[in-house]
């Protein structure tokens, strides 16, 4: 396993770099026929009809070109789902069945002003204005909360949409999509049919969260009044989340600092995803940004291999004939026969890796009720650290690759995937 996650690490880095070369050209394309879509909406009567002919800037970019490797994808059910929600200028009444499935709001502890949303599917939590009436949109994978304040004519959408299955984005990739999206979003005021105009148009951080911030108001088709939009776009690496508050211009002065307050209580948490290895029960849980890194040819090995630009994690069940010095259960060991197991474990780590494995640790704990090996040792520059059982004549081994300055931010992952290994 030693072997095939190292040479992993080598084939993630590659394939990823090169994906990303011709990223940020396919992803300007995205953002202009995002911002360009932007800038011809909503040209209607009503600010209410206005805001609703808008759609939040994250389905745009959704539905706009997609990228040479990478697409950020809408499903054909989200679309469907967008023409049955209900219209934005009529009082929503959810679905009992939606309420139950996808909880709307929740108080927060001490404060009248504010209530907490979170889409615990997404790992997504901010705290958004108790003056509203608001109402999810469960059926929707795209466009997940609304809101209003009918007597002001305030309204608020909350968007996230999944980067596609095709990998998750970079941290580099995801800065280059934040630097050339503000750039588009000045260029699209020249293409304009709506008299648009950026007030504001820039990054920000929020609680730690980097995100675009623009503030734009452009005219209803008569003429008469501005419609304006004060919205915070967070790119992650597997996700896209949208916050848009709308109302008529002159209404901003009473909401511009509010708003930034109520958005640094944003919070971007961690989405897991289930791994498998075919043909046997074992199982755990990686972050959703993890790709698939087997081979298609790997058949000597019944495993799994997942990774990301932090950490690799492999999942790997051997005959237990391969490891002539495993007894047939780790539990009642004598120190004598735990010491057997250690050194010879040691030395097929040191065969595996031609000797490359340095600075091995290796100790007998109980993890999940069962009785295991713990092993810590580098290779080649990288941290490895290990689990090793034995059950019904297999010797099963949970992996975990990672360099040393992103140790600190892995540690939540391996605690998250040893809590979740199924044997």
Request: net charge negative; glycine share 6%.
């Amino acid at each position: 396993m030693q072997n095939k996650i190292a040479a992993a690490v080598v084939s993630l880095g590659l394939v990823l770099g090169m994906a990303a070369m011709t990223e940020n050209s396919v992803m300007a394309q995205q953002a202009t026929a995002a911002v360009q879509s932007d800038s011809k909406a909503g040209e209607t009567q009503t600010v209410k009809t206005a805001e609703r002919d808008s759609r939040p800037l994250d389905e745009k970019v959704a539905r706009s070109v997609p990228m040479n490797s990478k697409t950020i994808h809408v499903p054909a059910e989200a679309q469907q789902a967008e023409k049955k929600a209900p219209a934005e200028n009529s009082k929503p009444q959810p679905a009992a069945e939606t309420a139950k499935v996808f909880p709307v709001t929740e108080p927060v502890e001490g404060r009248t002003d504010v209530v907490a949303f979170t889409d615990a599917k997404n790992g997504f939590r901010v705290f958004v204005p108790a003056e509203l009436e608001v109402y999810p949109l469960g059926i929707n994978p795209v466009a997940v909360l609304r809101g209003e304040n009918v007597a002001k004519g305030l309204r608020l959408a909350i968007d996230a949409s999944a980067i596609d299955g095709k990998g998750p984005l970079m941290p580099f990739q995801v800065e280059a999509f934040r630097e050339d999206f503000l750039r588009l979003v000045k260029n699209s005021v020249k293409d304009s049919a709506n008299a648009k105009k950026i007030l504001t148009s820039g990054e920000v951080e929020l609680a730690g969260q980097k995100a675009v911030h623009v503030v734009s108001t452009n005219l209803t088709t008569d003429g008469k009044r501005r419609l304006l939009r004060d919205e915070y776009v967070f790119v992650t690496q597997n996700r896209m989340f949208v916050v848009m508050y709308m109302m008529d211009e002159k209404l901003y002065p009473e909401y511009q600092e509010k708003i930034p307050q109520w958005m640094e209580s944003v919070e971007i948490s961690q989405v897991w995803k289930k791994i498998n290895v075919a043909g046997t029960a074992l199982g755990t849980e990686v972050p959703a940004s993890c790709i698939d890194l087997k081979e298609p040819t790997e058949t000597e090995r019944t495993m799994e291999v997942y990774g990301n630009e932090s950490i690799m994690v492999g999942l790997v069940s051997y005959p237990r004939e391969q490891f002539a010095f495993m007894p047939q259960t780790l539990g009642g060991l004598q120190q004598a026969d735990k010491a057997a197991v250690l050194e010879g474990l040691k030395q097929k780590l040191a065969a595996d890796t031609k000797d490359a494995a340095k600075d091995y640790k290796g100790e007998f704990v109980t993890l999940n009720g069962r009785d295991c090996v713990k092993a810590t040792y580098e290779v080649n520059g990288s941290k490895n650290e290990s689990y090793t059982f034995v059950k019904d004549g297999k010797v099963i081994e949970l992996g975990f690759v990672f360099k040393g300055e992103n140790e600190k931010a892995v540690r939540p992952v391996i605690a998250h995937a040893v809590e979740k290994l199924e044997l």
